[in-house]
Nanobody, 124 residues
């Protein structure tokens, strides 16, 4: 089992920045990919960004490219999401997720472990 705990959400004005953290514990060596998803009210959960522990290759949804950066600290078993130039449409609950699969997937259904989520609200 892998336990994931997110932190760093909050209220910010448009154009501002936030950094989310996801601390992993348990059998963290079993996870090949860590990712961030988000879910806005009335919408489905969507992929935001992912990073492979091995090689640190990263993936982003088009709407956040150039604004968000995902990174990982293997020694701390922690993944970060630096969010800059935030927009009101970035408002959502952000979830951290871990996938044991060898290949990185952007699909929600591929991820085995999830955190409880952290609220990000961007005011206009």
């Amino acid at each position: 089992q892998v336990q994931l705990v997110e932190s760093g959400g909050g209220l910010v004005q448009a154009g501002g920045s936030l950094r989310l953290s996801c601390a992993a514990s348990g059998r963290t060596f079993s996870s090949n990919t860590m990712a961030w998803f988000r879910q806005a009210p009335g919408k489905e959960r969507e992929f935001v960004a992912a990073i492979r522990w091995s090689g640190s290759r990263t993936y982003y949804v088009d709407s956040v490219k150039g604004r968000f950066t995902i990174s990982g600290d293997n020694a701390k078993n922690t993944v970060y999401l630096q969010m800059n130039s935030l927009k009101p449409e970035d408002t959502a609950v952000y979830y951290c997720a871990a996938d044991r699969s060898y290949y990185t997937s952007l699909a929600t259904s591929s991820y085995d472990y999830w955190g409880q989520g952290t609220q990000v609200t961007v005011s206009s």
